[in-house]
């Protein structure tokens, strides 16, 4: 019996090279176009190199003055890091909370076209902006402190867990629901019993990585006056405390990568 040729029963070959690579003259348009829109924004841009070349020095003087970093105030350190971890957590709980019935009304298979209309504007205008601005309206309109801290990282929390969660929605298996229509089950039956099931790890995940990026965020928005360590931080640069805000920025830096570690081994566990 002889054996099958292997280049007969192979699938075909469909990977093709992209235009852009296949075509000699495109490639090398957009090589140009790349070349002349970098000389166009470097010199139509209002750099000042004359403080660039004045920054230089002064930059020098602050790594400097910032060795060895200082800790001898590690009551305030303390302060300001518990401050921002309840920020954090408080804001995670807060906007996973609420992102789930956002992630359901903006899910198109599962919510009416009102309604996912609806509940897709709420993620668009929750993403739409950088957390620190959003910060910024929030101290204008509820004054400095945690609070402010706490709706801004609430509601860019609800932004990127809705969006993550209302595609995952969007992607499940639909004849568990389709099992739990046949027995007569209601919508909010069928949404706890067929649809969050099977979003749940995705749900835990994305919880914690919204956890973890809340961590960092509170220590920005703590610049702007929206509680936390970011204040700290800020006070220590204008009093040109630069061995002390060093040590706050070692801080921070230790805090993440232990937060990343733990968000990464609990991501792992459940996926």
Known sequence: ???????????ARTWRKPPFIANPWLRYGLWLVVV?????????????WERISEGLPRAARI?????????????????GFKESFQIAILATLLGVALSIPFAVMAARNVAPLPVYLFGRAVIIVSRSFHP????????????????????????????????????????????Q????????????????????????????GLSMYQLDSNLRASAVVGIVGAGGIGGTLMNAFGRYDYDFAFAILLIII?????SEGISGWVRKKIW
């Open 254 to 258: 230790a805090v993440i990568l232990v």
């Open 63 to 79: 790594f400097g003055g910032g060795f060895p970093p200082s800790f001898e105030r590690g009551g305030l350190l303390l302060t």
């Open 132 to 175: 620190v601005i959003v910060a910024i309206l929030f101290v204008a309109a509820v004054g400095f402190g945690p609070l402010a801290g706490i709706l801004t990282l609430t509601l860019y929390s609800i932004g990127f867990v809705g969006k993550l969660l209302a595609e995952e929605i969007e992607e499940i298996d639909w004849g």
């Open 177 to 204: 629901v389709e099992a739990m229509r046949a027995t007569g089950a209601g919508y909010m039956a069928t949404l706890f019993y067929a649809v969050f099931p099977q979003i749940l790890p995705r749900q835990v």
């Open 1 to 11: 019996m002889t054996r099958p040729d292997a280049s007969a029963t192979a699938p």
């Open 36 to 48: 002349v829109y970098l000389v166009w924004a470097f010199g139509s841009l209002p750099f000042n």
